[in-house]
């Protein structure tokens, strides 16, 4: 056979194999670049040894010629295992690579540090920096932190809004002391990149581990998020237990989790649902603690008596006041100041801040309202949120990074060093 035949018994193959039975011989020529004539020739005599069938000015392949097609595949399939087998190199690479299913077991067969290790169980932590579109194209000289927060209670896991790079950044954060085995929920508050772009990340992790070992996911989604990874979310039905969030949801978890989750509602413009979907949270840790946070919001009435007894109050900030009036999609300070004094919590933290308040922003913000609410009248701690920032529950003890221990929240200071917030203990303010 001619290299011209083999080619076009291969065509005839590929479209065989799509469903298509008949080709045309003008295709045929346009595909593999020979005149018509040649085509022609080269097919009477492919149809005199059987392999073909020609009509008009189409043709198909016979059983006979897909026959001698798989038998060229079979042929060629031995002759390449033959030189890679031979080969010195491709052993040599072979011995000095691992294989994709030994990478991904060593990085996955993680221990599950929640239940054993004493300082990631019952805790709030802020695996979370910059807000929105920075963490995406980082500002200049940034590493455009995203991230999210990761709330542990009574040995379970579960992820708040995981932004860009959440689980590099809950690894690094925590010495690789939590990761995706540790992750037994997720809730999304609403469809924007900063608080969901992780979650495609670990759905992805999700579907490799699953092959190794089981890992359940339990996704609490509001109705924006759902819509925007509804294909996901179908695809991997297998592992996953969605629960749709709306504002007003309660959903009793005691059993497995030991805590309720309340939606609360949120003023804020999705990007697929309406502003109508998006939700802010209460989680109540059966009576010893109650945590809201009230994601992306502009200010609203309602979420005074949305969050009025909420022990630890998380505040998304969004960027600094519209000139002379309020921010429409984010709290900004004023919506902030608003809250503290109608809901005066026990501790607060300042959250979501944009790339543009990068340098003294956040810790001058944080002082400010600190200031404030630190009157005897209405007295609140307030701390700026930054990665690494980790409360004990039920107590809000915070974890002092100078002398890894936690002490009690109202002994705790925050400095600022270069892009980071520290949170230091202050020996004798007690
Ligand atoms: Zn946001
Ligand atoms: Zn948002």
Redesign the pocket.
Same mark, same amino acid.
């Given at each position: 056979m001619s290299v011209l035949q083999v080619d076009m018994l291969l065509l005839l193959f590929c479209f065989s194999e799509k469903g298509v039975k008949k080709l045309s011989i003008r295709e045929i020529s346009r595909k593999t670049s020979a005149k018509l004539s040649e085509v022609k020739k080269s097919l009477k005599k492919l149809e005199e040894d059987g392999y073909v069938t020609v009509s008009k000015d189409e043709c198909s392949l016979t059983e006979e010629g897909t026959q001698s097609v798989l038998s060229y595949f079979e042929t060629e399939k031995r002759l390449y295992w033959s030189i890679l087998e031979k080969d010195k190199f491709m052993m040599e690479l072979r011995e000095w690579t691992k294989s994709k299913d030994e990478l991904i077991r060593d990085l996955l067969n993680e221990e599950r540090t929640l239940m054993t290790h004493s300082k990631w169980d019952n805790i709030f932590l802020v695996a979370r920096r910059w807000n929105s579109y920075t963490p995406a194209l980082p500002a200049i000289e940034s590493l455009g932190f995203g991230g999210g927060y990761f709330l542990a209670w009574n040995g379970k896991g579960l992820v708040i809004d995981p932004g860009y790079n959440f689980l590099r950044i809950l690894r690094e954060c925590t010495n690789k002391e939590l990761g995706l085995v540790d992750i037994d929920g997720i809730l999304i508050t &609403?469809d924007?990149p900063?608080?969901t772009a992780g979650l495609e990340d670990i759905l992805t992790l999700i579907r490799e581990e699953n092959r190794i070992r089981k890992h359940h996911l339990d996704l609490f989604c509001n109705i924006g998020a759902l819509y925007k990874f509804e294909y996901r979310i179908t695809k991997l039905s297998r592992y996953i237990t969605c629960y749709p969030l709306r504002p007003g949801t309660t959903l009793d978890l005691s059993e497995k989790y030991n805590f309720t989750i309340h939606a609360t509602p949120a003023f &804020?413009k999705e990007t697929w649902g309406e502003s109508k979907y998006s939700i802010g949270t209460i989680f109540d840790l059966h009576k010893k603690c109650r945590i809201g946070i009230t994601s992306?919001t502009r200010w609203h009435q309602d979420l005074i008596s949305a969050y009025l007894g909420t022990d630890l109050l998380v505040m998304h900030l969004g960027t600094l006041e519209a000139k002379n009036s309020a921010l429409p999609n984010h709290l900004g300070s004023l919506g902030a100041y608003l809250l503290l004094k109608h809901v005066h919590p026990k501790l607060s933290l300042v959250s979501e801040f944009g790339e543009e308040l990068k340098g003294q922003g956040r810790y001058m913000i944080g002082k400010f309202l600190s200031r404030i609410f630190s009157k005897k009248s209405m007295i609140c701690k307030v701390l700026p949120a930054d990665i690494g920032l980790t409360i004990k529950l039920p107590s809000l003890d915070v974890y002092c990074q100078t002398c890894n221990a936690f002490h009690a929240f109202q002994s705790i200071d925050f400095k600022e060093f270069g892009d980071e917030i520290k949170y230091v203990h202050l020996k004798g303010k007690l």
């Open positions: &609403h924007h900063d608080h &804020h992306d």
